[in-house]
Antibody, heavy 122, light 106 residues
Framework: QVQLVESGGGLVKPGGSLRLSCVAS????????MTWIRQAPGKGLGYISY????????YYADSVKGRFTISRDNAKNSLYLQMNSLGAEDTALYYC???????????????WGQGTVVTVSS | SYELTQPPSVSVSPGQTASITCSGD??????ACWYQQKPGQSPVLVIY???ERPSGIPERFSGSNSGNTATLTISGTQAMDEADYYC?????????FGGGTKLTVL
């Protein structure tokens, strides 16, 4: 069955780094754009970044540009998010999600992982 | 930057129709999606392309989008529909989410 499983979250000090991973199964990973979306405690959803199937097209939200790097390894069916210079504002549940290219429409996020928690605190 | 505005909360009685709005400048010129998130769970896509339902989503969920407002409508609302709902659209290759609406069924 189609599944996304995130890992790599944890407690990190301000200014520190963390690398999140998302392993996909049940579909042809390289055929899909993938994205990272986060949700701060008690808050709404926030887009972070997305990457094309081949990895050549990448976009970042302004809030993480220059600090976060998205990448993928299609041979390993894996999506990554390298997070540097972390601050308290980055504390959140981080989801990876599959972008579904709807014909004649804009992409939608049709498959979500269970998320991994990142806590930035001294 | 583009913004989508949702009411923080909406209440509905069981069996009645719930409507959740999402407002944005010329939103009707874009495509809107809606996601349902129950406590402790990941979001689920319930509406895409303004009014289309993914496989497995009950027919009581419908959507529309015109002018500056997209609307998610839940007909015959059930207790299981109590959740947070988020609208989402694209603007200049950027993903935009609304702030979310807590739907209470009481």
């Amino acid at each position: 069955q189609v599944q996304l499983v995130e890992s790599g979250g944890g407690l990190v000090k301000p200014g520190g780094s963390l690398r999140l991973s998302c392993v996909a199964s049940g579909f042809t990973f390289s055929d899909y754009y993938m994205t990272w979306i986060r949700q701060a405690p008690g808050k709404g959803l926030g887009y972070i970044s997305y990457i094309s199937g081949g990895g050549s097209s990448i976009y970042y939200a302004d809030s993480v540009k220059g600090r976060f790097t998205i990448s993928r390894d299609n041979a390993k069916n894996s999506l990554y998010l390298q997070m540097n210079s972390l601050g308290a504002e980055d504390t959140a549940l981080y989801y990876c999600a599959r972008m579904w290219a709807v014909a004649g429409s804009d992409d939608a996020f049709d498959v979500w992982g269970q998320g991994t928690v990142v806590t930035v605190s001294s | 930057s583009y913004e989508l505005t949702q009411p923080p909360s909406v209440s509905v009685s069981p069996g009645q129709t719930a409507s959740i709005t999402c407002s944005g400048d010329k939103l009707g010129d874009k495509y809107a999606c809606w996601y349902q998130q129950k406590p402790g769970q990941s979001p689920v896509l319930v509406i895409y392309q303004d009014g289309e339902r993914p496989s497995g989503i009950p027919e009581r969920f419908s959507g529309s989008n015109s002018g500056n407002t997209a609307t998610l409508t839940i007909s015959g609302t059930q207790a299981m529909d109590e959740a947070d709902y988020y609208c989402q659209a694209w603007d200049s290759s950027t993903v935009v989410f609304g702030g979310g609406t807590k739907l209470t069924v009481l």
